[in-house]
């Protein structure tokens, strides 16, 4: 069955430190993949995608993602987090034939002064 | 800017007495969805809308109904709510969901409170 495993339910990290959120796959094929973040009482934004192509996807708010087939991951991370960046994370995968949004579970970030 | 709209952002309904969540979108997409998210949890997607074709999830229960009367319009009815029924709810657009490479764009929420 196809799946999206966020394996970090709940990460902290201290303002300006790196970032690293982790995130599996499982599908038949490579799916296209993404990553959205949701502030507290909001909608989801979208941070960055991948299709095809370049494995490290520069997105949004100085986010950064890198794919690894080998892995069945596609790993979010950012050099310096801000405050403002606290939030919940979620990563979701698609088939490369179109179809259903799969989720993970989220991971939900929080900075420290 | 183009953008997916949800109203009300909060809204409080009674147990049983029915209850609609309206979206609108300014992106000219074709498919509308819409999600239910519990708290702490992922979406999870009730149905959807390509074009005027209705495509139901088959765990949706039948309390929760949808109509789209125009492109720009998408609504969740929910006939008789229940306390389980407490969630936010989500709207969604992509293009054209018979492209691949396609990304859906979030409406803000609309967070039902069910007395």
């Known amino acids: 069955a196809q799946s999206v495993t966020q394996p970090d339910i709940h990460i902290t990290v201290s303002e300006g430190a790196s970032l690293e959120l982790r995130c599996n796959y499982s599908?038949?094929?490579?799916?296209?993949l993404f990553w959205y973040v949701q502030s507290p009482g909001q909608g989801l934004q979208l941070l960055l995608k991948y299709f095809s192509g370049d494995t490290l996807v520069q997105g949004i708010k100085g986010f950064e993602a890198e794919f690894k087939r080998s892995q069945s991951s596609f790993n979010l991370r950012k050099p310096s987090v801000h405050w403002s960046d606290a939030a919940e994370y979620f990563c979701?995968?698609?088939?490369?034939?179109?179809?259903?949004?799969?989720f993970g579970q989220g991971t939900e970030l929080s900075v420290k002064p | 800017d183009a953008m997916v709209i949800q109203n009300p952002r909060y809204q409080v309904t009674q147990f049983g007495k029915p209850v609609t969540l309206s979206c609108s979108q300014t992106l000219n997409h074709n498919v509308m969805y819409w999600y239910q998210q519990k708290s702490s949890q992922a979406p999870k997607l009730l149905f959807h809308?390509?074009?005027?074709?209705?495509?139901n999830e088959a765990d949706t229960p039948d309390n929760f109904q949808s109509r789209r009367p125009n492109t720009s319009f998408c609504f969740l009815d929910i006939r008789s709510p229940g306390l389980g029924d407490a969630a936010m709810y989500l709207c969604a657009t992509s293009r054209d969901e018979r492209l691949v490479q396609e990304t859906q764009y979030f409406g803000p929420g609309t967070r039902l409170l069910v007395l």
């Open positions: 599908y038949g094929a490579t799916p296209y």
């Open positions: 809308y390509y074009d005027k074709d209705f495509n």
């Open positions: 979701a995968a698609q088939g490369n034939q179109g179809g259903k949004l799969i």
